[in-house]
């Protein structure tokens, strides 16, 4: 190949191939002199044209040049004054003096092109660096690098050639150009190691510091080795939180979620538009088609009637309807393109890099085929072997340089997809409308955040994929064709037979796995529950029903689980039976087609590392499959909730026009657009500054009415306008998990004066003195350390401070004690208090404050009956007036003097706890309900009488009543932190949890498991040494005839051991998934089984999440993540030894590399362990603060809107993201060190392994040799996923560790022990304390003081105290939720602590002070064991007021009250409480408050009926309102945990000691009201109750 143009241009021959063709080769001096400098050069020019674009916009900036840049351009200074020197040199020697040109001729044009050339190419490299200096924030340039590196790189062979000529001749002909070439070189290698240092400019300093990306230069982001710092302090040290580093700007959650949502809003529009169209076609085919739409309309009664009588294949078809028309239709398709669109260019650019490394994957193969041509014929050059082997070596590298760029990219790009899906369903939640939130639980919408946006995580890791594979295949099967010709078309029809198998497989799989995750939430929902109402499990001793429900479901999900397992199996058996089956059907028909056809070294190996090739992209297409399929579940899933309707934000106008400060004019509103009015015909004024009572029965409308003022309902007609902000009370407070300061500032500014007066109006400042830290002290999760009345205060506290313009209360005043109550009227909400400028809606059952409100208005059945000044309603003698008689007791007769005195003086009393955080509640029972009945929004259905969050006294301890005093600052920080961070296990995973898991699994499973995969790992080796040795046939029978026989045991050998292989691995998965399943069932029931058994005190002291987060994400870690890591890492071991033996096996001389080759990989390993290790900690224990804030701000929803704070929420969402986002990303990062680091050392192995067989090659027989290399280069790969797959198993065993963890606290007393009382006890039902004394853990101070008192059989005692006075102690005590610390407590004679604690507790009853339901049936509520008949459950809800309203429900006792009873008013709840206690009816009795969150006609309906079915019980009622305990047989008054008094309320009226005084502030003047009531249950007329 010689070129007659290049030959003149350089003087000498350009190319001939005999420079190749001898043991020392070179290439032509003019080769070297046009192409190797011509490829750096015009890399470089071609890379600067937009470099210099960007140089002429970019402004110097203004600083010191840095001394790195100084000599960049020193150097390139240097290198332009070479250039010019050759230049001068070359014109010297033909124009100068001592020219002799004549003689010899001119020098080549060459020689003045190259000079010149180069002089413009360092110019231009010299405006680069002004170029990079400009540039914001850059610190080098990588095509720059790349371009230095060309150039040294090319300069090698002129280098070389310069230096062989030198030394072959005498002396040096042209020495000055000589000279300057090296000068010239060595300037370049500087420039090239210089320009590999990051240059960080002064204002990107700082963020280097914090962010060592920041400042990496481009080998160092190639290499990924600005990551080592953290790696080595890692292994060092467990790292904390503390030492992750600032997230890059781009990939902060506010960045992210922008860019996405800028693609998603228009997206969806589109897609809004879309979906119009196809229901006004749908609409129009139904108008078509009358019948069917009759038939759809009808379909659900139909459906009831057809499958009492119809086949059970009419039911299934039924069930697919039905199925169908619970599917809401919703705007579809639009989530994948916006995802598509918002990351393109990430996208773009790992989709570059994939299809380099693709296209580089088939280059290996032909280089092998070319080595063993080599140790075939020993005629080819030695030097040859040597270039295969660097150049195997090279292109190993550069592949796995691509390859982790790829992965980087993509791994990224899943992290932004799942941050950017997490915040998206995070700010939706904040204004989705009531009816898309009823359609998905709170559980159900975490799962969304949590599992769906995962899944799109792990989906677009690999969803390059999708054209990636099937570029692989077709050219894999081009390039075995040229090898092996028409017979691989056997092994591709072998192919495409296995793969409509795996899509069956893939589709069964699918649905199972939809079906799970339904099970998954279900399971989830009542855990959630049993969480949340775990106070009134134990109460009640029901535990063990609910254990055994959730048992039950998760023996569903078990079975659905194994199903999933036994398919993946079948696919997994198909996928290892694969390779070979195709490669013996190919090998097999290649044979037997001719008998020419011999199979030789070259074809069977590269037909095996082509076959090795293929393998990938065929295990691949399944799985991706798969995924796939997952991610349509969760995209509908996200598409049906982000597609939601909003909150109408106009539902109330603000119109500054209008002279009321509220007006609704002819209003109608409800829950959701398909749901009935709840009210209607509303019309109302109310002008600025007033304040306006709202009354009315239970289930009237009263909260509803508030909702709909803050635009929380669906406006059916009519109009709301407001004047200025609003603030909102709940009727059940919502306390965030913050500081107390923080929840009553709620975001504002703090004002010393008027933070302090506040304080003080709302009766917390003697709170504060008993709290540990003041108002620096951590309210738990739900205000689990506050008592119901300080939450109500608390959330009072932030309405008053947030100085709106209008304010609406929703029965505060109810969670209060009554002299608590009347404080606040006065210093707050009433005429006088701080409030009362403001306009003022007050919802209360409170008859005492009527007279003091500007107009009352009267709501029954959701309409407003009356509205008028309390004079003239009462004067009117309509429904208020009814009111008025029914409820007014003699607050009326109060002298108003005496009342204004009384609360001067309850004010020092304060309402409250000495709590201290860290000790338990006093009140046990009352607290964990407040583990709120359910994170729904805080108010929904029509009934509701109030929103979920419960409210009632918790975390209670005192240690006197006479600790006033503050106490030292130093000791008031001790139980500030209620909450401890989660404990986060640091170091090595403990061996011990291998051992655990693997005993879960079982031994014998354990050990078969291993035993399947190492015989299928022998399988394979023998199959490919059996190959190595067919091969050898090509020699031993050269120009003969191949033998039949011998051909067909070849083939017959070489299949059994195929089929073998796919044989071995079917049953090892196979008994993996049986042993997986055991495991998970174990480790599930024992946790659960221990959860259920823990004293309540943990529940008080742990957020719900924490304990959800071991049945969700890690019992789901258990189940799927565990078994296939540890199948792929005990493949992937097998593999790892088995290459290593067949390589040692060809080539003994490697045996010497492996040691120092293991050591290295030994640290790699460990170092990267660790980190990894520890990141994925960081990781799920940042995790949880997002959903714990997440379930935090749904349950507070409508008190977030009403302040219209969603911005600040959406803030602390995004920051409380970026913490988790900081381990996350570093984490991907180690992956990718660690991989890049395997991959050079597993590079080296193939480099070894074919230098030694050049060294070698007289020995060998070229099968082992291509056997050897061929498994070399799968090894890279294999040792990769070994450390990923360790890694991956000791992350994902953590799981079982954090499981362990929860199994190993503490219980409590057994439930049943061997002393069991007999059936009928307690008979008579008397009460001993015997000097009973209680703290809450040993080292805090008691609680109760040595009570001792005798209480007779069918007594009735009110027990009364200032709250915090031990009064929920002495019940928690009966129930044994606290133990005693000393004394004891008899009850018919038998010491309550020597008896189990269920036999103890279900024979008691309790009415708890919280109302908890749980979702299910309204008889699962009632009797979740069953024990009782249906006649039994309607006589209670008859004697509980129920009847009538359970009667008119369509289902009757199979109505499905939804989560926490939100489809029940507060009232009703109480009332179904009550119905529990008939059902029981056992002799003792205790009341807990239980009427404190009733109305006044609920109270009376629950007080008329206890004392009439429990009048032959023993009563014990611990009473807010006195006037429920004044027909008590006796009071016993509490304070401070001891008992003052104890006798008849007339003797104690009498004894004016504490009994008298709360009476007096209650407003009770004479103790005759008892004998009044007796009357009133005997059938007196009310007449005398007028004269009291």
């Not at 038998?1390 to 002070?1409: E, F, K, N, V």
């Amino acid at each position: 190949m010689s070129s007659p143009v290049l030959d003149e241009y350089c003087g000498s021959v350009f190319w001939n191939a005999s420079y190749l063709d001898r043991p020392d080769p070179d290439l032509p001096v003019c080769l070297e002199q046009t192409v190797l400098v011509w490829i750096p050069l015009g890399f470089l020019w071609l890379s600067s044209t937009w470099n210099l674009v960007a140089l002429c916009k970019n402004k110097a900036p203004a600083r010191n040049l840095s001394k790195l840049y100084l000599s960049k351009q020193i150097l390139a200074g240097l290198l332009f004054l070479t250039s010019v020197a050759g230049l001068g040199v070359t014109l010297g020697e033909d124009f100068g003096p001592n020219s002799d040109s004549e003689t010899s001729g001119r020098n080549a044009t060459v020689y003045y092109a190259n000079p010149a050339l180069f002089a413009v190419s360092w110019i231009l490299v010299m405006l680069r660096h002004e170029n990079i200096r400009r540039k914001p924030m850059a610190v080098d340039s990588g095509s720059l690098f790349l371009f230095w590196l060309l150039q040294v790189v090319c300069g090698v062979f002129a280098f070389q050639t310069v230096l062989r000529k030198a030394l072959s001749e005498e002396g040096i002909s042209d020495l000055p150009l000589v000279c300057l070439f090296y000068i010239g070189y060595g300037l370049q290698v500087i420039s090239m190691v210089f320009a590999g240092i990051a240059d960080v400019p002064p204002e990107a300093q700082d963020m280097a510091k914090k962010n060592p990306e920041v400042g990496a230069a481009s080998v160092s982001r190639i290499t990924f080795n600005w990551f080592n710092s953290m790696v080595f302090k890692g292994y060092k040290k467990p790292l904390v939180q503390e030492d992750l580093w600032d997230l890059n700007k781009k990939d902060s959650t506010r960045q992210i979620l922008d860019m996405f949502e800028l693609v998603m809003v228009k997206e969806l529009a589109k897609a809004r538009v879309r979906f119009q169209k196809e229901m006004r076609k749908w609409k129009a085919k139904q108008r078509e088609e009358p019948h069917a739409n009759g038939l759809a309309k009808g379909v659900s009664q139909d459906v009831l009637v057809m499958e009492e009588r119809g086949s059970s294949k009419d039911k299934k078809k039924k069930k697919e309807k039905k199925k169908k028309e619970d599917e809401t239709p919703h705007p579809n398709s639009w989530l994948i393109p916006s995802i598509g669109k918002a990351f393109k260019w990430m996208l773009i650019e790992s989709a570059f890099f994939k299809l380099l490394y693709d296209l580089l994957a088939f280059v290996s193969p032909q280089l092998l085929k070319l080595m063993i041509s080599f140790t075939e014929d020993t005629s080819i050059y030695t030097w040859k072997g040597y270039v295969y082997a660097v150049l195997l070596l090279l292109l190993a590298a550069l592949q796995s340089v691509f390859l982790q760029q790829y992965f980087q990219r993509c791994f990224v790009l899943g992290m932004k997809v799942r941050t950017a899906l997490m915040a998206a369903v995070y700010k939706k939640a904040l204004i989705v409308s009531n009816d898309t939130r009823q359609e998905s639980t709170v559980g159900e919408t975490v799962n969304l955040m949590s599992a769906d946006a995962q899944r799109f995580n792990d989906v677009t890791n690999f969803v390059h994929l999708i054209w990636s594979c099937p570029l692989q295949i077709a050219l894999s099967i081009y390039f075995l064709w040229l090898e092996m010709g028409p017979s691989v078309l056997a092994g591709l029809a072998v192919m495409i037979v296995m793969a409509p198998i795996n899509l069956v497989l893939a589709t069964k799989s699918r649905d199972l796995q939809a079906e799970n995750m339904k099970l998954k939430d279900k399971r989830m929902k009542i855990m959630n529950e049993i969480l949340n109402g775990m106070k009134i499990l134990k109460l009640y001793a029901w535990e063990p029903s609910f254990e055994s429900q959730i048992l039950a479901l998760r023996e569903l999900e078990l079975k659905r689980m194994k199903k999933i397992a036994y398919y993946s199996s079948i696919s997994t058996f198909i996928f290892a039976a694969a390779p070979a089956i195709v490669s013996l059907a190919t090998f097999a028909v290649f044979v037997s087609v001719s008998p020419d056809n011999i199979l030789d070294a070259q074809k069977a190996f590269t037909s095996i590392s082509l076959f090795n090739i293929l393998r990938f992209p065929l295990a691949m297409l399944p799985m991706l499959i798969g995924a796939m399929v997952q991610i349509t579940v969760s995209k509908k899933r996200l598409e049906k909730f982000l597609g939601g309707e909003d909150l109408d934000s106009n539902a109330v106008t603000h119109n500054p026009s209008n002279s009321s400060a509220i007006s609704v004019v002819d209003g109608a509103f409800c829950w959701g657009k398909d749901n009935n009015v709840t009210l209607r015909d509303v019309n109302l004024e109310v002008k600025p500054g007033r304040l306006l009572a709202v009354v009315g029965a239970v289930g009237s409308g009263k909260s509803s009415l508030l909702s709909a003022l803050l635009g929380e309902m669906h406006n059916n007609k009519g109009s709301i306008n407001m004047l200025g902000s609003v603030a909102y009370v709940p009727q059940q407070a919502w306390i965030q998990n913050a500081t107390l300061r923080d929840n009553i500032l709620f975001g504002s500014e703090l004002e010393g004066r008027r933070y302090e007066g506040v304080l003080e109006a709302c009766a917390l400042k003697p709170d504060l003195e008993l709290l540990p830290g003041g108002d620096e002290t951590e309210i738990g999760e739900k205000g689990i350390n506050l008592s119901g009345g300080q939450k109500q205060r608390v959330s009072l506290a932030r309405a008053t401070y947030s100085g709106a313009d209008t304010y609406l209360l929703d029965d505060p005043l109810s969670a209060v004690d009554s002299h608590v109550a009347k404080h606040l009227f006065e210093k707050v909400i009433g005429p006088k208090g701080l409030l009362r400028d403001k306009t003022r809606i007050l919802v209360t059952h409170g008859v005492s404050f009527l007279p003091h409100v500007d107009e009352i208005v009267v709501l029954s059945d959701g309409r407003v009956s009356e509205v008028g000044s309390y004079e003239s309603l009462k004067a009117s003698g309509g429904a208020f007036s009814e009111f008025l008689n029914t409820y007014a007791k003699e607050e009326s007769n109060k002298p108003k003097k005496e009342e204004s005195s009384d609360t001067e003086e309850v004010d020092l009393t304060p309402e409250t706890e000495d709590v201290q955080a860290d000790g338990p509640p006093e009140d046990v029972v009352t607290t964990t309900l407040r583990r709120n009945s359910s994170i729904r929004g805080s108010q929904r259905h029509a009934q509701r009488n109030g929103s979920t969050l419960s409210d009632t006294p918790s975390v209670k301890l005192r240690k006197s009543s006479s600790v006033r005093s503050k106490r030292p600052s130093d000791e008031s920080k001790k139980g500030q932190r209620l909450i401890e961070k989660e404990a986060m296990e640091t170091g090595t995973v403990k061996f011990s949890l291998y051992v655990q898991y693997l005993r879960a699994m079982g031994w014998g499973y354990t050990a078969l498991v291993f035993l399947m995969y190492f015989i299928q790992n022998i399988a394979f080796i023998g199959s490919n040494l059996w190959l190595s040795d067919w091969t050898t046939d090509s020699i031993t029978y050269f120009n003969q005839t191949y033998p039949a026989s011998v051909r067909d045991m070849r083939i017959g050998v070489f299949g059994v051991l195929g089929v073998a292989q796919g044989f071995f691995i079917f049953l090892g998965t196979l008994l993996l998934a049986d042993g997986a399943i055991a495991a998970s069932r174990l480790l599930h029931s024992r946790l659960l089984g221990n959860v259920l058994r823990v004293p309540m005190m943990f529940f008080d002291t742990t957020p719900s999440g924490r304990v959800v987060n071991r049945f969700a994400k890690d019992m789901l870690t258990v189940d799927e993540m565990i078994p296939m890591s540890f199948r792929s890492w005990l493949l992937c071991l097998l593999g790892v030894i088995g290459t290593l033996f067949v390589i040692c096996l060809a080539t003994p001389l490697f045996i010497a590399v492996i040691v120092p080759l293991a050591v290295v990989y030994y640290f790699v390993q460990r170092f990267y362990v660790a980190t990894s290790r520890q990141l994925r900690r960081l990781d799920s224990v940042s995790r949880s603060p997002i959903y714990s804030h997440f379930g935090e701000t749904v349950a507070g929803l409508s008190v977030i809107r009403a302040y219209g704070h969603q911005e600040r929420f959406l803030m602390h969402n995004e920051k409380t993201m970026d913490e988790n986002l900081k381990s996350v990303y570093p984490w991907i990062v180690s992956n990718r060190w660690l991989a890049i680091r395997l991959e050079f050392l597993g590079n080296l192995v193939v480099f070894f392994s074919a230098l030694f067989a050049v060294i070698s090659r007289e020995s060998l027989n070229s099968g082992l040799v291509g056997l050897s290399i061929s498994y070399a280069l799968n090894v890279t790969q294999t040792l990769n996923w070994l450390v990923r797959m360790t890694s991956e198993l000791e992350t994902n065993i953590v799981a079982v560790e954090r499981v362990d963890e929860y199994t190993e606290i503490k219980n409590e007393a057994a439930w049943t022990t061997d002393k069991r009382p007999d059936q009928s006890w307690p008979e008579s039902g008397k009460i001993r304390f015997e000097d009973f004394k209680v703290r809450y853990r040993p080292e805090l101070d008691l609680v109760l003081h040595g009570i001792t008192c005798d209480i007779d059989s069918t007594e009735k005692i009110g027990i009364v105290g200032r709250t915090g006075a031990g009064k929920s102690s002495l019940t928690n005590c009966l129930f044994r939720i606290i133990e005693a610390a000393d004394g004891k407590i008899l009850i018919d004679g038998i010491d309550i602590a020597a008896i189990g604690l269920h036999d103890l507790r279900s024979r008691l009853t309790i009415i708890p002070q919280d109302p908890v339901l749980f979702s299910g049936s309204l008889r699962m509520n009632l009797d979740p064991f069953e024990k009782f008949s249906d006649e039994d459950l309607w006589r209670a809800l008859e004697l509980s007021h129920l009847k009538e309203f359970a009667k008119g429900l369509p289902e009757g006792l199979q109505y499905e009250i939804s989560e926490g009873g939100e489809n029940l008013s507060v009232g009703q709840r109480q009332l179904l409480c009550l119905a529990r206690a008939l059902l029981r009816k056992s002799r003792i009795l205790i009341l807990d408050e239980a009427t404190a969150a009733v109305d006044l006609e609920t109270d009376d309906l629950i007080q008329t009926t206890i004392r009439k079915e429990f009048s032959d019980c023993t009563v014990l009622t611990i009473a807010h309102r006195l006037n429920t305990i004044l027909d008590s047989s006796r009071v016993m008054v509490l304070d401070a945990g001891k008992i003052v008094e104890f006798d008849t309320p007339s003797a104690l009226f009498k004894k004016q000691g504490h009994f008298f005084s709360m009476a007096k502030d209650a407003g009770i003047n004479s103790v005759e009201y008892s004998d009044h009531t007796m009357a009133k249950d005997a059938g007196i007329t009310s007449v005398e109750y007028s004269a009291l």
